[in-house]
């Protein structure tokens, strides 16, 4: 179950949300009572309440909102209870001082903002001896190993405990505190109410991550980079597993650079299946896989990790294969049954990550492959390393080519106005295929289209890699248009969630 949280400076917007929570789902709301701009009336609040509800007055000391003085709180509170409130909730320190009384349920809570320290059983144990009906136990994730230590406490404690970090590294205990048996979660009310360091919105956790059907059971996937939190990676495999019924969750793993090889160490225990591997991983990815495709060794990148039946990780790289099945798509659609790429004419603009594995896919089909990068010393080495020629950047509109590939981000939102190819060098029936996929159809692709070009736009090959990734983590064909619906979902303007 997940809990939204409610902070409102006026009575009338509390109970308004609340209504308007429970129609769109929410089971159980926590009323933020310190957020309330007047003293707090209970018989407002309460009366009518389409959900059970949990109130909270948090003192400045807790990053809260409050006040007024201790006894007035502590009154508070215990009126709270007297008004037959589903749950309040008690930081340690006050909760010995709160007798039980009625059927209000106690929720002991500790909050780190700082840390998750060492002796977080201690902690636990502590807040066990404050008749809790639920311990809330919520620190600050500074490594991997932290929400591995949380996760580990809430799948051990004998008192229903909930257990999870804050902070971008510790968003993901927030929901596999499910997992491991949490009695529920907190959410926001929207994205732009963040009231915890890393809190979710209701929506996200309910639509993207299925929170409530996470359990035991459930397989757990992810995506592992720096910076990650605007990944559509989650929302993309999210919407296969949700579309094809399976068990697993897909999530985002904020990993810093240098920090892979320990991430991966501390999150055997969450017992990961596969990762995406994305910046600035791609090479330390490769390393740390006992074993790798012929493709990530010849592009010294992987941007993928499953897991063999022994539990050892094979590195692979998907975007080759993706970016290759990609232009062979364009050419099916220019001259059906001829997408045969021997012997075409290809100029690459760029020579970074994306360009190694594209260029490889492309000289080993037997192009005329010729490399354009702005820094043309990058663009002599990797046509050296992959036997191909290359051009200076200001001359890169000169030569006449079947197909144009961008590898570049030029173009990519926000800088949507900009193009890495000069608009008159575009020649009718050549193919032009941009690997920028935000937006999906760049200034590039617009002006190839209006030259009569055919065109294939980034979205291809994003939603191509990510289903290779798929197939190898479930061992189920991947639903290409459901994905693909979820990659344009995830970059329009107006997303639902
Ligand atoms: P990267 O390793 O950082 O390489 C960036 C390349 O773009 C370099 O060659 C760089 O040239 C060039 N470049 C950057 N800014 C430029 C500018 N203002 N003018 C001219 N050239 C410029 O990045 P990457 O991982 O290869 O990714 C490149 C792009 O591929 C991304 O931006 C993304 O849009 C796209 N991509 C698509 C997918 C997909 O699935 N569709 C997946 C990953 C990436 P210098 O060497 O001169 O710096």
Known sequence: MICVSIGRTRHKMVVLEHRALAERGAELVELRIDW??????????????????????????????????????????????????????????????????????????????????????????????????????????????????????????????IGFCMGELGVVSRMLCGKYGSP???????????????????????????????????????????????????????????????????????????????????????????????????????????????????????????QEADGSWTATNTDYEAAMASIRLGLEQHSPGNSDLSGRKVLMLGAGGVARAVGLGLTRADTGLTISN?????????AEELGCKHIKWKNRGTGFYDIVVNCTPLGMHPEVDETPFPVNSLREGMLVFDTVYNPETTLLLKQAQERNCTTVSGIEMFVRQAAVQYELFTGRPAPLAEMRDAIREGISPIRPY
Request: with cysteine; aromatic share 8%; hydrophobic share 35%.
């Open 184 to 306: 529920f979660t907190y959410a926001t009310v929207s994205t732009e109410r963040e009231m915890g360091p890393g809190q979710l919105s209701f929506d996200i956790m309910r639509h993207i991550y299925r929170y409530d059907e996470i359990n035991a059971d459930t397989q757990v996937y992810g995506v592992l980079g720096d910076p990650i939190s605007h990944s559509l990676s989650p929302l993309v495999h999210n919407t296969a597993f949700r579309n094809q019924g399976i068990n697993a969750v897909y999530f985002p793993f904020r990993v810093p650079r240098d920090t892979l090889p320990k991430t991966l160490e501390a999150y055997r225990w969450l017992d990961v299946q596969g990762y995406s591997v994305t910046i600035p991983h791609k090479e330390a990815a490769l390393e740390q896989a006992s074993r790798a495709t012929d493709a990530a060794i010849a592009i010294g990148a992987a941007n993928t990790l499953y």
């Open 374 to 382: 702005r820094n043309s010393e990058r663009a002599r080495e990797l």
């Open 36 to 161: 309330l701009s007047r003293m707090p009336d209970f018989s407002r609040l309460l009366a009518d309440r389409p959900t059970p509800c949990i109130v909270t007055c948090r003192r400045k000391s807790d990053r809260g909102r409050w006040r007024g003085t201790e006894d007035q709180r502590l009154a508070l509170l215990r009126s709270a209870i007297v008004s037959g409130v589903e749950y309040v909730d008690l930081e340690d320190d006050v909760a010995g001082q709160s007798p039980r009384y009625g059927e209000t349920k106690r929720i002991v809570s500790h909050h780190n903002f700082d840390e998750t320290p060492q002796d977080l059983e201690a902690i636990h144990e502590n807040l066990c001896g404050y008749d809790p009906d639920i311990v809330k136990l919520v620190t600050m994730a500074n490594s991997p190993s932290d929400i591995v230590r949380m996760l580990q406490l809430v799948d051990q404690a004998e008192v229903p405990t």
